[in-house]
């Protein structure tokens, strides 16, 4: 997923954890888009405003002087709010004090989850096409990503193949639902082969569910934390910036039993010790009204098929979307001659409309042309893209 950086000479007994590791494709992109002046439809991130309750709720937290250090697991006020949350969107009981941990966004949870349960010569599984902080997470750890692939259009995951990954080094499996880019959801069914693969092998699970409420056309996201199984071996985590329009923020937070969580926030207490605390303060209060979240599933459904109408106008051939900020489209009718980075360097410098390859999510670099559009934009932007895209056809 990334660009490999230049190998400078380090210094003597420097030796890189992460050699391969560049500049990620969501920062090379947004550049590229800045540099070309085009429509940033490439890094996932709103262009939006969010709520203005959030932000007075913001003000008033630092204005009312909460801006020293909050407690190492979070704000006890923000952990009820989350606990009250699951119990109202999931049905689930979640101990505030003993099983929520508040983070640095989401990015901070993988990485903290990570660090906490694997050792070196350990192996996690990963399925491609896949988030690009995990495999540099596990990769620090001196412990192996192991890839399962998926495949478009519909990145079904196969549970015997998966099983089939598993070996004596097996220590957790990473699953992201709805997954970016390809914006597959999981039905009961995964969730339940998933759970007893978990099992059978006594293996840990991060459910990356950011997405949660990102989820369309009625169907219905199944969370680990509703399957007993798996909500007593795993991790899942959570982003207010994708679930509140603040990806900025950086704020998140972990659901892991008492004795995972407890390892978690070893790691956390030295990784970032404490969080925002003001960010926390305002987060609280908006959780407490439902229809913050609630609403999200129309609100970005609508912004999904404003976009599609352009790009099937332009010539792409889409595939479904089912959650996420993401579209993901063919684009073989437009320019079959290029293999996916080059027609994302094409469509940004020559058609100012910027956008990712997907095939940097996958370790093998498979090239599917596809590329991913993120439509967490305003009417305008959206329809401004759409205008630009029109003249791929004039
Ligand atoms: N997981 C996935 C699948 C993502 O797309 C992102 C990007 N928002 C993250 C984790 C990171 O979330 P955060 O910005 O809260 O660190
Ligand atoms: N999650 C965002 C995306 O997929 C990017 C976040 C980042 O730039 N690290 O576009």
Known sequence: MTKPSQRGALPGPFVSKLPDVGTTIFTVMSQLASEHD?????????????????????????????NQYAPMAGLPTLRQAISAKLQLSRGVTVDADQEITVTAGATQAIFTAIAAVLHAGDEAIVLDPSYDSYAPAIAAQGATPIRVGLTAPDYAVDWHRLEQAVTPRTRLIIVNNPNNPSTSLFGASDIDALAAIAERHDLLVLADEVYEHLVFDDLTHHSVLAHPVLRARSFAIYSFGKTFHATGWKIGYCVAPPDMTTEFRKIHQFLVFAVNAPAQHAMAEHLADPAHWQALPGFFQARRDRLAHGLVAAGFKLLPSHGTYFQLADFTAIRHDLDDVAFARWLTIEHGVACIPVSVFHADGRDEKLVRFCFAKRDETLDAASARLALLNA
Do not use: K, M, V
């Open 38 to 66: 085009a429509i940033n439809l490439s890094q996932g991130f709103p262009d939006y405003p969010c709520h203005p309750a959030l932000l007075t709720a913001l003000t008033r937290a630092a204005e009312a002087g909460h």
